[in-house]
């Protein structure tokens, strides 16, 4: 038994348990569900949101990072306050710089120039 | 007279560990950041424990063991407290609470609920902890003497109760487990150093984040599916100590469900897959069943606190039993729990009893603690955690995301951490539209690799036959409890859509 034999079983184990949600789901076309909320603005900004802080972090470092974020992210939501905004990531910066940095000792820059 | 005294001495041992400055500290800040993180709408303990293990790397063993262990403890409860006050449950384990919970708020006794509750909890948790106290010394010494083809089976056992017992289907639960075993697959074959879908990708190589995956499916999954929608935010009540103390009659209808509850919960907790939040279900229901008054179910019946809410914490307290003796976790949390063990280099198992007796012991009497901590930190400081409620969600939700990126990244200042964030966060949101559960992933994630590799020791010393599985009595008995197991679940599933 090598390497192979667990991932391959698994396969085989998760394509029999596909066609069998698949069939049930065409045996029962009278349930109806309610879509789940769905919400485009929020999908879009939020992994934006993670890939912007990515980016950002460890080349400029984290509160450059974090008023990238806060930026990105308050887009998910209808009006946008720019005052509130900045705001909320001042306060972010300072809290993370607190906690992770200063409280934890993390190798992690506020800034890098 | 034996018990006894053994008991004397680990309470000693435990006493002696969890009574320094640094560990009270580190219990405190525990319970208050998982009440802080619990109280906020759609935040249950499960992403509370996921966004506070980064933290605790930092920190020494015990220390962090026993801040998760207060994290879980006030996410719970903060939860709780979210679905008396704003009839929205915090997380799917307080669903229950809502129930009863939010009429009394509407009737103007959320004050008296917040109290009830709080009573509640802590009688159930005193239960569960004494139950752990009892029965884990007991597994453990049953537990040694286990081999590769009893743990095999039952985690197997575990994880199919754990997928089945879910809210939805349960093969869906059992492909979402299988899923989570094929994604523990990834990177170095543990047996023969053989690199397994890596891609060519050297970050892999060490196998995908458990703490990204596990922020990605919860923490940032819900906020995508919450930012953009509408919320209740208003609680306009006051809650001075006398709007919280309950009546006579208030104690004389809830001491019956609390007692029935604890130990409904105490049991289910023990038993892998079912977590508190399932029992508390069943609880409220024996308690509407034989009421006198079953028609004030539902419209603010203290009963339908006190039962629920002391079943839910017997249940936390004894689902440590599995995990800390066997190395085998019930749910996802405990899961997160038994990561947390590995992350500080103890192996869990029955070793982690006998051979740190220390952090056991010390982690028991940090659970009485942290409860303590609890009730003081919710009967006079129940303002605080209101007004905390009330923070609109636009100035929240960009504050869990940037926690979840920097935790991510903390665990190996690794850029590479965060995408895998950013890729499970939309395959949760995926999965929540598809109605996938996240939680069997999640276990199936973390208990592929053990369960891997006991499961090619067990062949490997039986010379490639199966049959090993079987004439083991424990593993047979194991192997039938799960086909069990999933066999009613199976019917319980067919019967609830024919009708």
Redesign the interface.
């Known amino acids: 038994?090598?390497?192979?034999?667990?991932?391959v079983t698994?396969?085989w184990?998760?394509v029999a348990?596909?066609l069998?949600?698949l069939l049930?789901a065409f045996r029962?076309t009278v349930?109806v569900?309610t879509p789940?909320?769905?919400?485009l603005?929020?999908?879009v900004?939020?992994?934006c949101?993670?890939?912007v802080?990515?980016l950002v972090?460890?080349r400029f470092g984290?509160v450059p990072a974090?008023f990238a974020?806060?930026l990105v992210?308050?887009l998910?939501?209808?009006p946008f306050k720019l005052r509130?905004t900045l705001m909320?990531?001042a306060s972010?910066s300072l809290?993370?710089w607190l906690?992770?940095i200063v409280g934890?000792?993390?190798?992690?820059a506020a800034f890098i120039f | 007279m034996d018990l006894l005294s053994s008991f004397q001495s680990h309470l000693a041992i435990g006493w002696h560990e969890a009574f320094t400055l640094s560990n009270l500290w580190y219990c405190f800040v525990g319970v208050f950041l998982g009440c802080l993180v619990g109280v906020l709408p759609g935040l249950g303990s499960l992403i509370a424990i996921s966004l506070l293990l980064p933290i605790t790397f930092h920190l020494p063993t015990s220390g962090a063991l026993i801040m998760l262990a207060g994290v879980y403890f006030g996410a719970d409860y903060g939860g709780g407290t979210c679905s008396i006050l704003l009839g929205v449950p915090g997380h799917p384990g307080c669903a229950v609470v809502v129930l009863d919970g939010y009429p009394m708020t509407k009737q103007g006794r959320g004050g008296v609920a917040l109290f009830m509750k709080c009573v509640a909890s802590f009688w159930g948790s005193a239960v569960g902890i004494i139950m752990l106290m009892l029965f884990a010394p007991w597994l453990t010494e049953f537990a040694i003497r286990f081999g590769a083809v009893e743990y095999c089976s039952l985690m197997l056992l575990g994880l199919m109760a754990a997928s089945t017992v879910g809210q939805g289907s349960p093969i869906k639960g059992v492909a979402m487990m299988v899923v989570g075993l094929i994604l523990g697959t990834v990177g170095t074959d543990i047996n023969g150093g053989i690199m397994r879908f890596d891609f060519g990708v050297p970050e892999l190589s060490d196998g995908l984040g458990l703490i990204s995956i596990a922020m990605g499916l919860f923490a940032v999954a819900e906020v995508i599916k919450s930012a953009g929608s509408t919320r209740v935010t208003s609680v306009t009540q006051k809650f001075g100590l006398k709007d919280q103390l309950p009546t006579r009659s208030d104690w004389k209808r809830s001491i019956g469900p609390m007692l029935r509850g604890s130990g409904l919960g105490a049991f289910f907790g023990a038993l892998p897959g079912t977590s508190g939040g399932t029992a508390s279900f069943l609880a409220y229901a024996i308690e509407k069943r034989i009421s006198k008054h079953p028609e004030q179910f539902g419209k603010g019946a203290i009963e339908g606190i006190a039962s629920p809410e002391a079943c839910n914490n017997a249940g936390v307290g004894t689902a440590f039993i599995p995990t800390l003796t066997l190395g085998i976790p019930g749910d996802a949390i405990m899961a997160l729990m038994l990561a947390a063990l590995v992350i500080q280099g103890i192996q869990p198992g029955p070793e982690v009893m006998t051979g740190h007796p220390e952090l056991f012991w010390g982690l028991i009497v940090s659970f009485w603690i942290g409860n303590i901590f609890l009730v003081v930190l919710n009967i006079p400081l129940i303002g605080m955690w209101i007004r905390l409620l009330q923070i609109p969600y636009p100035l929240l939700f960009p504050g869990i995301i940037l926690f979840t990126c920097i935790g991510v990244y903390s665990t190996q200042n690794n850029i590479f951490d965060i995408w895998t964030l950013l890729i499970f966060g939309l395959v949760g949101y995926g999965m929540m539209l598809l109605r996938l559960e996240p939680v069997p992933l999640l276990l199936g994630f973390i208990l592929g690799e053990p369960f891997e590799e006991n499961f090619r020791r067990a062949l490997l010393l039986s010379r490639g036959d199966f049959s090993v599985f079987i004439t083991h009595p424990i593993s047979a008995a194991a192997l039938a409890l799960a086909t069990g197991v999933l066999a009613w679940s199976l019917l319980a599933y067919v019967r609830k859509r024919s009708k």
Do not use: C, H, W, Y
Not at chain 1, 1 to 7: D, H, K, S, T
């Open positions: 038994m090598g390497a192979g034999f667990f991932p698994l396969g184990l998760l348990l596909g069998i949600v049930l029962n349930q569900l789940p909320p769905f919400a603005r929020a999908i900004a939020v992994p949101a993670i890939l802080f990515s972090v460890d984290l974090t974020l806060t992210a308050v998910a939501e209808k509130r909320l990531a972010l809290i993370s906690i992770f934890l000792n993390m190798t992690l």
